[in-house]
């Protein structure tokens, strides 16, 4: 058991998604930089899709009331366990009753951390991850009470903990400007000039940023037509009729009636996904 | 993206000095552009090439016996070594002008007269194909079992053609150009004609036989007068018929069919939607329908490519008969002013009274298209015209669940709160979306959803059995 001592900015519980209910209108959900939580899990030697916690901006305070191994990927974010600092991208031992204190985050925009066996919450539809209007609670909250598997004892990961910190672990690097993309289903019906303003414009990330969409400014003039209600889907970048830029991202919609100009790959949702605002970016096909 | 006419391979001769070349190019796969021999020079075939460029067209040669005034229509008397190394000027010339474009050239098809030759004659095709392997990489058009495809299918690859708008005789030769009855001009005889060869691999001849034909690709000629009627009759008829399919996400495919709101195009989608989720059993995570699409999104691994293929090659046409189960569900719904907060202004909008739009909103069962933008969210079609409201130019920030409101040309119902931009109307008391059941919603797509228009009392009764786990909707089986 975790008790959550203070909650941070948003910290959400996630696994890889809700798969097979979007037919009924429900978002996929999961983790915004799936190969980060992927990572944070395998380096635990965990099940890529168990669940882990999700961070933005500033992480919360917890108190591990049982010792376990535990694993911080993704954003750069400053973690100390009873005041000592923890290495990211390492397997780490928590001794039962120590205090972890997640920071702000200083790089990127989502940290992640996994826990040996995999952090446990209410299932709902084959995913415990946390989504408005289908899970009973959308964030953990201060005193929420976050179960995990069983305690693992310590010397179950001390070979791979000195075998990752031998640094063979590829860290976050997310300054990369260049997000690959492809076509999406409207994009021919954009007039030639909005086609190659789209692929050499420098848009930058706005404020009006969350897990369901990111919105892009820039000083271009853009414009397409609204479409029939047609499926959308995380990377799908949507162009409004005004020439808003929104790349939805994994709590979007499943279905939505703007133009759907071009679609990232997984890869590409998961690098923007860790873009902070005003930071540029510029589409490129694959 | 497979280009052309929703994956039919449709080609046309171009270049031939015709304006309406850029009016076709958006139809087309492949064209086959003048290279001099019965039309053309390295200014118009440079001009075409660039065309067929802008729209992605591919681009071939388009040889012929060098007889300008006959615009190679005529059999010429000319030795096969003259015509070989005219042919081999053609192309030669016409390669150049794709190098300086730096375009592929894609194919090779011969022209009029000398199209006709080479399927029947075992040295003109064989002298053909001796100067196209100078050009390995590029294919060959030519009429399936004619002389010409013979000789070169061991040597090059070839791409069986077939007329769209040409009858045939019943040897599968074109009937002659001197003939009245040579071209096809109506849209409507050119659609059945590549649509039994698409469906049946046949084509009836000028004398009503029925006779095998294998094609990859179909031709409708530039010079045709009614070229373009035709190729806009046959997109109509296609779209209908077949879908776009193109890859959408790393994991997903989508097929779009015409972009209308309509009950026969639906229940193609729906119909297409039970066969691909039957035949990709094994490769599909799940689908999403809409009105005029489907997307199938697959299992990580699942080589998106490889479903294109397959579902290119299944029959999306036939509508499904045996439908699954449906129902008629009874909505019941309070339009008071406390629960209809847009009831009044869109009353003078439209210029209705209240009682009027409750009584024409609540008048006829709305289909279920399909479920999206939130969990549990109903799109309905088949509100009345009078009642149709564009949506409020500033979105309400908080809707409640159940409310239920005209959006353009549609009806639905929160289904739980959130931020929304339709006219609400009203409100109803049950919950149509509990995250618990399975599935999480007892309504489905395909079903119909009539609003019961109720008093607040009511309202409140039914909300109390709701909160109580006692209410269940009246449900009708639609035969």
């Known amino acids: ?286 | 993206m497979d280009k052309g006419l929703h994956n039919v391979n449709i080609n046309c001769d171009l270049g031939e000095g015709l304006e309406n070349d850029s009016d076709l190019m958006p139809y087309l796969h492949s064209c086959n552009i003048a290279c001099g021999g019965h039309y053309g020079d390295a200014e118009s075939m440079h001009a075409s090439v660039k065309l067929a460029l802008r729209f992605n067209v591919k681009v071939g040669a388009h040889p012929s016996f060098p007889d300008r005034e006959n615009f190679g229509r005529k059999s010429m008397e000319i030795s096969l070594d003259e015509l070989k190394s005219s042919i081999r000027k053609q192309i030669n010339d016409f390669d150049v002008v794709c190098k300086s474009l730096s375009v592929k050239m894609h194919h090779i098809k011969l022209h009029g007269a000398l199209y006709n030759v080479a399927a029947k004659d075992e040295a003109v095709a064989q002298m053909v194909v001796y100067v196209l392997e100078d050009f390995p990489e590029v294919k060959l058009y030519a009429p399936h079992n004619s002389a010409l495809a013979r000789c070169a299918e061991s040597k090059l690859e070839v791409c069986y053609e077939a007329f769209i708008d040409r009858f045939y005789e019943d040897d599968l030769s074109l009937v002659h150009r001197s003939k009245s009855n040579a071209v096809i001009e109506s849209p409507k005889d050119s659609w059945a004609q590549l649509n039994a060869m698409l469906k049946t691999n046949s084509v009836t001849s000028i004398h009503g036989i029925t006779i095998p034909i294998q094609a990859d690709t179909f031709c409708v000629h530039g010079d045709n007068e009614y070229a373009l009627s035709i190729l806009n009759f046959i997109d109509q008829q296609l779209s209908v018929l077949s879908p776009m399919t193109q890859p959408y996400g790393d994991s997903g495919v989508l097929l779009s069919w015409p972009k209308e709101i309509r009950p026969e195009i639906y229940n193609i989608v729906r119909s297409a939607d039970s066969l691909i989720q039957n035949v990709l059993k094994n490769e599909i995570i799940e689908t999403v329908i809409t009105y005029q699409s489907l997307v199938v999104y697959l299992k990580l691994g699942v080589d998106r490519s490889e479903v294109l293929n397959t579902i290119r090659g299944l029959d999306l046409t036939a509508v499904d008969n045996q439908k699954s189960e449906s129902f008629q569900w009874e909505i019941p719904v309070c339009y008071a002013s406390k629960f209809g907060s847009d009831l009044n202004e869109l009353s003078k909008e439209i210029n209705l009274t209240e009682k009027e739009i409750i009584a024409l909103h609540s008048s006829k069962a709305y289909g279920v298209y399909f479920i999206g933008f939130l969990p549990g969210f109903l799109y309905l079609g088949g509100l009345p015209k009078e009642i149709h409201h564009p949506r409020k130019a500033i979105p309400s920030l908080t809707v409640p669940s159940g409310a239920v409101g005209i959006g353009g040309e549609q009806t639905g119902i929160y289904p739980m709160e959130s931020p929304g931009g339709w006219n609400i109307i009203g409100q109803t008391p049950v919950k149509l979306f509990n995250v618990e059941a399975s599935p999480p919603i007892s309504i489905q797509a395909g079903d119909k959803v009539l609003f019961i228009p109720i008093d607040e009392e009511t309202y409140y009764q039914i909300a109390l059995e709701v909160a109580e786990n006692q209410y269940s909707l009246t449900k009708t089986k639609l035969i």
């Open chain 1, 1 to 286: 058991m975790i008790r959550v001592l203070s909650s941070g900015i948003s910290t959400t519980i996630q696994d890889l998604g809700r798969f097979g209910y979007r037919k009924y209108g429900v978002p996929l959900a999961g983790s915004m930089d799936q190969a980060s939580a992927i990572q944070a899990n395998l380096i635990l030697r965990n099940d890529r899709n168990l669940a882990v916690l999700e961070m933005l901006v500033k992480g919360p305070q917890i108190h591990f009331e049982e010792a376990c191994w535990v694993c911080i990927t993704g954003a750069t974010i400053l973690a100390t366990c009873d005041g000592t600092s923890v290495p990211m991208f390492k397997p780490f031992y928590v001794e039962a009753n120590q205090q972890f204190n997640l920071g702000r985050i200083t790089e990127g925009r989502y940290s992640y951390m996994a826990v040996k066996g995999g952090i446990l919450s209410e299932e709902v539809m084959g995913s415990l991850s946390h989504s408005n209007g289908i899970t009973a609670i959308h964030s953990i909250q201060k005193d929420t009470r976050i179960e995990h598997r069983s305690t693992q004892l310590r010397q179950d990961l001390l070979p791979l903990k000195d075998q990752f910190l031998s640094g063979h672990v590829k860290s976050n690097d997310f300054s990369g400007t260049i997000i690959l993309v492809e076509k999406g289903p409207e994009f021919d019906a954009l007039s030639l000039e909005n086609q190659k303003t789209l692929l050499t414009t420098s848009f930058q990330i706005s404020n009006e940023s969350n897990r369901m969409g990111y919105r892009l400014e820039s000083a271009v003039e853009l414009s397409a037509k609204e479409i029939i209600t047609s499926p959308v889907q995380p990377g799908t970048v949507q162009m409004t009729s005004s020439g808003q830029l929104i790349v939805l991202m994994r709590d979007a919609q499943t279905t939505g009636g703007y133009a759907r100009v071009l679609q990232l790959s997984a890869r590409s949702v998961n690098g923007i996904s860790q873009k902070v605002v005003g930071e540029p970016i510029k589409f490129r096909f694959t």
